[in-house]
């Protein structure tokens, strides 16, 4: 088993777009994926959500707003998983809400953070 | 280096979100003004956005409610804050208004919500308006409904609805329209086109049938809370308010028995009256009897009452006929409403036979507007069969079904021609 992180992208984009009542619905959504994912046992970490703020600092310790990206591109929020591939762990990653508000999830490989070298 | 697991979501109110937004948009409407409009909306959307982003992970805080109120508070905050909001509001507008917390914790109050949410139906109901934009705009800023869910609910383009919104805010603008109580002189006037535009959107969730989306019957829930928001207040109570929710939760308490298992609707005399809610006719029956103050009898308080001959009655059969041909009677001196014609011409054919009925709606049928509503000839089929001629039956149910295109409608009136044999 080793572990990956989820990244989700883009869906605030999609957020915007939404109604009230869709917005209360995706986010039972994503309780319920969490909740059960938490509970089989392969999210080690739920993450949490971005907020729209951040800095950026530069190899000259200069800090400026941003990062400005395209909508599509945002950061949204991240979970930490496990899995033995990471294309099992892709396969986890289908039922996520974030794909139902137009985001999409990154799945990166943990290089060596709680797994035996 | 694992978190615990976050506790389930816990669940909220069904469109919990929907109406908080109604709330948010009344408030901040208040504060900014119809001129600002597009930056309430945006920062309504932002509020619910940052609760989901929160709520999602950390779960549904104790009080919700409250939670969402200071996000909007500190976002209210920013824009004043803000250089490139500040563009958009002119600076003397932004002086008068309070910029610290503890001036916007008023608007905050429970009471005070409930007052701009009154302020907001008399502003989205302002005659000033065309009626299909009030609708649109009642919609929109007090029920929390998104542009797709207007368009599904009013069976109407996106695009469509988004220019009524518009519209609306725009005359809203234009008239400078604030969002202040009516006063005393024009108190009467203002009321009855609220309870126009209720009415209305009752109606258009009551005529709904599964198949069509459930965001159609969302609308008699909507327009039974904004009602019952009025009759809270009672300046707005009026006999009329009372009679008007009376009405509604008659409907409402028979909604469940309205289809069959197949989803098609059933008509009075064959619906189950043990599914009718009990609960909600007493409820019904309360505001009738409260709205019997005064000497003035609305359209409202007659509807409401034949809807209570109705609720009362054992069966089909054992119903106030006479009673309710009284109420129609007086409706028609009010409104010379081609519908209520047709449902005259019904309760007569329940006292003196389907002959008398074909004459009262052959009568009712001079009027053009009937003669293209599929129930006149299909009523007009019913009346015929029940009169042994099959014939005839046979040529009205047929124009019955050329005149609408709903499956819904063609079940109905497939089911009365299989039985004219």
Request: with cysteine; net charge neutral.
């Amino acid at each position: 088993m080793a572990k990956f992180l989820f990244v989700y992208r883009g869906n605030n984009d999609g957020y915007a777009k939404m109604t009230p009542d869709q917005l209360q619905q995706n986010m039972q959504q994503w309780g319920a994926w969490i909740g059960q994912a938490m509970q089989k046992g392969w999210m080690v970490d739920p993450g949490d959500a971005l907020t729209e703020e951040g800095r950026v600092v530069n190899a000259k310790k200069v800090v400026t707003d941003g990062p400005f990206v395209e909508a599509k591109e945002i950061v949204g929020g991240y979970s930490i998983v496990t899995a033995d591939t990471i294309d099992a762990a892709a396969e986890l990653a289908k039922g996520c809400p974030a794909l139902l508000a137009g985001g999409r999830v990154e799945v990166r490989t943990l290089a060596g953070m709680g797994s035996k070298l | 280096m694992s978190s615990p697991a976050p506790e389930p979501v816990a669940s909220l109110v069904e469109h919990f979100f929907r109406h908080e937004a109604g709330r948010l948009v009344a408030v901040l409407t208040r504060f900014f003004g119809w001129r600002n409009f597009d930056l309430v909306e945006e920062m309504v959307q932002a509020t619910l956005v940052d609760a989901l982003q929160s709520w999602r992970v950390r779960g549904v805080p104790d009080n919700p409610s409250g939670w969402i109120h200071r996000v909007a508070k500190n976002k209210i905050l920013d824009a004043l804050r803000r250089n490139e909001t500040s563009r958009r509001l002119t600076r003397a507008w932004a002086a008068t208004r309070p910029w610290h917390t503890e001036g916007l914790d008023v608007l905050f109050l429970d009471s005070e919500i409930e007052d701009s949410e009154l302020r907001m139906m008399f502003a989205c109901c302002h005659p000033r308006l065309a009626r299909a934009n009030q609708l649109a705009l009642t919609l929109k800023a007090l029920c929390g409904f998104g542009n797709s869910e207007i368009a599904q609910a009013l069976l109407i383009a996106e695009e469509t609805v988004k220019k009524r919104i518009q519209r609306a805010t725009r005359d809203l603008v234009d008239h400078e329209i604030a969002l202040d109580p009516p006063g005393a002189d024009e108190l009467f006037r203002r009321l009855d086109v609220v309870h126009q535009v209720l009415y209305l959107l009752f109606n258009e969730g009551y005529s709904a049938s599964r198949g069509e989306t459930a965001i159609r019957t969302d609308l008699c829930e909507e327009a039974a809370r904004l009602c019952h928001l009025l009759c809270s207040h009672p300046q707005f109570s009026t006999p009329a308010t009372r009679a008007l929710m009376a009405l509604m939760l008659f409907h409402a308490a028979r909604l469940d028995a309205r289809l069959d298992d197949h989803g098609c609707i059933l008509l009075m005399e064959d619906q189950d009256r043990t599914k009718w809610d009990r609960r909600l006719i007493q409820r019904a029956q309360e505001f009738l009897d409260q709205s019997a103050e005064g000497t003035t009898v609305s359209p409202f308080h007659l509807e409401a009452g034949i809807a209570r001959y109705h609720c009362s009655a054992e069966n089909y059969a054992a119903t106030d006929w006479p009673a309710i041909l009284r109420l129609y009677d007086a409706l028609l001196t009010m409104h010379r409403s081609p519908v209520y014609r047709l449902n005259r011409a019904i309760v007569v054919a329940q006292i003196d036979g389907p002959r008398a009925g074909i004459r009262a709606l052959e009568e009712a049928g001079q009027d053009s507007a009937l003669r293209h509503y599929y129930l006149y000839e299909a009523t007009l089929g019913e009346f015929c069969r029940r009169a042994g001629d099959m014939d005839s039956a046979h040529r009205h149910f047929e124009a019955a079904r050329r005149k609408t295109n709903s499956p819904h409608h063609h079940a109905l009136i497939d089911r009365r021609l299989s039985e004219c044999v």
